[in-house]
């Protein structure tokens, strides 16, 4: 590590990160973090607090391995852009040019005699639709006539690992087996109505499962082994995939859920279906990784697309990726409606959406003393990562409690670490 102050940073500010989030442990709102912060390329706070396993009393360590859930979207976003670049697509391409079964989508539009009510599509699907939550598609756990029927269809089997214990996103047994590919899998969803218009309202979606599909249509290759062949082994991401292997268990930490005055255990690492690979692998929600893993990939971001001597990304497409593509006020009607689906119950202000992540148009609605143009994303277990191109600085919060947002882990996290510059 860094000595801060060399960067602009105060060495003794940033030690409120860690009372912070021991102050949230002690509360028995957390399990535990590993918490980390780099400016100007240098780590300058690396930081593992509380417990990865309560149940067995393992202490958190610094490499231990988390669900990321939907932190997983921006690395789904980097391998779009890198295909991007090499001309295999357009962004405003529609999706059906590669799939051809999102030709001729319906939008639902109501119910009548206990029959469904549809309208065409007034546009097709576009790439860049899908990867900024704009397509018209949705989730099972979101609202409505349309979640309903993806819950109804199970169109989130075979994605992911369900946890062993309780429930969360995805189902854990399943009436039908799981889709066999991601192709068999966007056939189905495209058989279910849209919940809007395309490009209409910002919606939560599998819109980033659809771009793992295009990713194999166009590379030729299975999304995971994309993923594995052009970001996580040149990064360096050793312990970042679909699964985690059994020599690696022993880094795994629990998985939890709230409780009045304490936590549920959720997915147990030791019975966990991340032990064994998917049958489909998600780039909206399932990978597993570590912060310093984590730390390469949003270092790579931050320095628009170079890590280490090796580019990865021009330096304007990380500026495109991390644009806004949707504006503040739609951007933050949806991003309310999801927090307020999660129970944190507050309003989202002073946001829009890019490639994949969250982009802050206006910090004072923010509310949070953050730089216009922060990119970020985080995923369903409260793990949460930053990058700021206008003060040259990281940060991820990495811990497991589901859902996200039911404590303010993401913003304690951001406070505590912009308090600290002095430079």
Request: glycine share 10%; net charge negative; charged share 20%.
């Amino acid at each position: 590590m860094s000595y801060p102050e060399k960067v602009g940073m105060s060495s003794e500010r940033l030690d409120h990160i860690g009372t912070t989030m021991r102050r949230l442990i002690d509360e028995k709102k957390i399990p535990g973090t590993v918490t980390l912060v780099a400016r100007k390329g240098k780590v300058v706070h690396f930081e593992a607090n509380g417990m990865r396993d309560l149940e067995r009393g393992l202490p958190m360590e610094k490499d231990t391995i988390f669900r990321i859930y939907s932190q997983s979207k921006p690395v789904t976003g980097a391998a779009l852009m890198m295909l991007f670049e090499e001309g295999k697509f357009l962004m405003t391409d529609p999706i059906s040019k590669y799939l051809p079964e999102f030709t001729d989508m319906k939008v639902y539009v109501g119910e009548e005699n206990r029959k469904i009510k549809t309208e065409p599509t007034n546009s097709p699907i576009t790439i860049q639709q899908l990867a900024s939550h704009t397509s018209g598609l949705s989730y099972s756990f979101m609202p409505g006539p349309v979640g309903s029927m993806y819950i109804q269809e199970e169109t989130e089997r075979g994605f992911g690992n369900a946890p062993s214990e309780g429930g969360e996103f995805f189902i854990s047994e399943p009436k039908n087996p799981p889709f066999k590919n991601l192709r068999e899998w966007t056939k189905a969803l495209a058989e279910i109505p849209l919940v809007a218009q395309p490009g209409s309202i910002w919606n939560y979606s599998v819109g980033m499962d659809v771009l793992g599909a295009l990713i194999e249509e166009v590379s030729e290759m299975s999304f995971g082994e994309f993923l594995k062949d052009r970001i996580f082994d040149p990064l360096g991401m050793v312990d970042s995939g679909f699964m985690v292997p059994e020599e690696k268990l022993n880094r795994f930490a629990a998985n939890y859920g709230p409780l009045v005055g304490n936590m549920i255990l959720m997915d147990d690492p030791e019975k966990s279906g991340y032990k064994t690979p998917p049958q489909l692998e998600s780039g909206g929600g399932g990978l597993v990784s570590t912060a310093e893993d984590y730390m390469r990939f949003a270092q790579m971001l931050l320095n628009k697309g170079e890590y280490q001597g090796k580019r990865y990304l021009g330096k304007k497409t990380v500026e495109f990726m991390t644009a806004d593509h949707v504006g503040s006020d739609r951007a933050g009607e949806g991003l309310t409606s999801l927090f307020n689906m999660l129970g944190s119950g507050y309003a989202v202000k002073g946001m829009g959406f890019g490639v994949t992540g969250s982009v802050v148009v206006n910090p004072a609605l923010a509310a949070l003393p953050v730089s216009e143009g922060v990119y970020s994303w985080g995923g369903a277990a409260s793990t949460h990562f930053w990058i700021d191109h206008k003060e040259d600085l990281l940060g991820i919060v990495h811990t497991q409690l589901l859902p996200d947002g039911t404590y303010p882990v993401r913003e304690l996290m951001q406070l505590t670490t912009y308090q600290a510059l002095i430079d």
